[in-house]
């Protein structure tokens, strides 16, 4: 039993490491400017142009 759950474990570092690379590969990459500012809520969308 001790086993199985040393594979958990293992399973969810593993996963922790992949999802950790991926947030940093994804904030590495370089964006394209925006020329409007959105923000979306739930039930409401605001865009304004950028300054």
């Known amino acids: 039993m001790e086993g199985f759950y040393r594979g958990i474990e293992t399973g969810l570092l593993g996963l922790g490491f992949c999802l950790g690379f991926a947030a940093f590969t994804v904030m590495a990459s370089p964006r394209e400017i925006a020329d409007h500012l959105a923000i979306d809520l ?4 605001v865009t304004v142009p950028a300054r």
């Open 42 to 45: 739930p039930m409401l969308t």
